[in-house]
């Protein structure tokens, strides 16, 4: 097992309800990513947090909304979300992306989530 | 941005033979690629890398090649086995604003026949 632990495994949401997804990674990471993960698709970067700072937003939709209280915390939060917007969402976390051989990215297991 | 293509999207090799997968990417300032493998229900995990200052690496039955005049990498599995069944997943990184930042290719099943 990796040091990338995400809960749950497996949502299904109303498209009126609110969750959260949580990830936590036990690796020392100061970066910590959220990903997309469609059938037929590439692995879709969503959201960016080094050092608790968000670097990156890939043109999200504002139901997703990410959370990084601390580096080693990251959360999704999910409001009114779509039947498109079911997928895997994996989360990762590397050393250090702002240094070159330092951005080995090493994923959770993932929360499959259905959107009914 | 980058894009990188992958190919092709399956692929499916009789256990012994060799196994090739390519992708290509269209940022000639790229210079780190990783390949990862996930299998059914488990996280993508990275099974090997290459950076732009080395044309090929490789670890036991594994092996990636780099040629980045033409900006293309493949990863070629020898003497396959049915534990390398999973999709992989080639990826490519440029520094953005600071940050390396990965993209990745769609991904290529692999089944192998026993």
């Known amino acids: 097992e990796t040091g990338v632990t995400q809960t749950p495994r497996h949502l299904v949401m109303g498209m009126t309800n609110k969750k959260s997804l949580k990830c936590e990674q036990h690796?020392?990471?100061?970066?910590m990513y959220w990903y997309k993960q469609s059938a037929k698709k590439p692995l879709e970067l969503m959201f960016v947090y080094n050092f608790k700072e968000q670097t990156e937003n890939n043109s999200v939709p504002s139901r997703f909304s990410p959370e990084c209280p601390n580096s080693s915390h990251l959360f999704l939060h999910l409001h009114t979300l779509q039947p498109e917007d079911s997928a895997l969402y994996l989360c990762?976390?590397?050393?250090?992306?702002?240094?070159?051989?330092?951005?080995?990215?090493?994923f959770g297991a993932g929360t499959r989530l259905s959107v009914l | 941005g980058e894009n990188v293509e992958q190919h092709p999207s399956t692929l499916s090799v009789q256990e012994g033979d060799s196994a090739v997968i390519k992708c290509t990417y269209s940022?000639?300032?790229?210079?780190?690629f990783p390949w990862y493998k996930q299998e059914l229900g488990k996280r993508p995990q990275l099974i090997i890398d290459i950076r732009s200052n080395v044309g090929e690496k490789k670890d036991q039955r594994i092996a990636v090649t780099l040629n980045k005049t033409a900006k293309h990498f493949s990863l070629h599995i020898t003497e396959t086995q049915p534990e390398d069944s999973a999709v992989y997943f080639c990826a490519a990184s440029i520094l953005n604003f600071g940050n390396e930042k990965l993209t990745f290719g769609t991904g290529t099943r692999l089944t192998i026949i026993p």
């Open positions: 690796l020392g990471h100061n970066a």
């Open positions: 940022d000639s300032a790229s210079n780190y």
């Open positions: 990762a976390s590397s050393q250090e992306p702002r240094i070159m051989g330092k951005n080995i990215q090493y």
